[in-house]
């Protein structure tokens, strides 16, 4: 079944700029979502067909996908940034909704 | 403003069946644009997606669990429910019901329950 990886972790200073991977075999031909979820939280969509910012999440993510890696991007990152990530893709060789591990986005 | 809750028990004995039960306020179940669906996740781990369905009766399921698992919905309720038979240890874990959004696959997941969590006891 298809798989999506992406790094455990991810730490930058604040102010810096975070860069979350998300990879998978032609994941450029797919539609990623991702999701932020903090501690004790239900998941929360922050980027929708690659690269689609939902009302209300900051001009600061923005998305990209192509070949075999998709990227969450969060520039100018502050405290409350810090939380997990997850992609996601419909895999329609398997009717199957995948999510990625996950990756813990830690503000220094 | 669309609202999904969790509901069901807390805890359940190894080798019963769970059931749980999303009640969805601000919004029709038979609304042609959305799938349901519930998703998991274990204590300390990552996001799993458990199955999908559609109004009209469409189900996907995780294969890894499709031999027990069935998703059902009673439209004039509002709610859709999973039901889980022969549960083990391995089920622990906080349940999340969602809504998807559908263009020409299932897509992203907009909105979200808060999550219930569900322990299974020896």
């Known amino acids: 079944s298809y798989v999506l990886t992406q790094p455990p972790s991810v730490s930058v200073a604040p102010g810096k700029t975070a860069r979350i991977t998300c990879g998978g075999n032609n994941i450029g031909s797919k539609s990623v979502h991702w999701y932020q979820q903090k501690p004790g939280q239900a998941p929360v969509l922050v980027m929708y067909y690659d690269s689609d910012r939902p009302s209300g999440i900051p001009e600061r993510f923005t998305g990209s996908n192509s070949g075999n890696t998709a990227t969450l991007t969060v520039s100018r990152v502050e405290d409350g940034d810090e939380a997990d990530y997850y992609c996601q893709v419909w895999d329609s060789s398997s009717d199957h909704v995948i999510f990625g591990g996950g990756t813990k986005l830690t503000v220094l | 403003q669309l609202q999904l809750q969790e509901s069901g028990p807390g805890l359940v004995k190894a080798s019963e069946t769970l059931s749980l039960t999303c009640t969805v306020s601000g919004d029709s179940i038979s609304s042609p644009y959305y799938y349901w669906a519930w998703i998991r996740q274990p204590p300390g781990k990552g996001l799993e997606w458990i199955g999908s369905?559609?109004?009209?009766?469409?189900?996907y399921y995780n294969a890894s669990l499709k031999s027990r698992l069935t998703i059902s919905a009673d439209t004039s309720k509002k709610q859709f429910s999973l039901k889980l038979t022969s549960v083990t240890a391995a089920d622990t874990a906080v349940y999340y019901c969602?809504?998807?959004?559908?263009?020409?696959?299932?897509?992203?997941?907009?909105?979200w329950g808060k999550g219930t969590s569900v322990t299974v006891s020896s």
């Open positions: 369905f559609y109004y009209s009766g469409i189900t």
């Open positions: 969602a809504r998807h959004e559908f263009r020409s696959e299932l897509a992203n997941m907009g909105v």
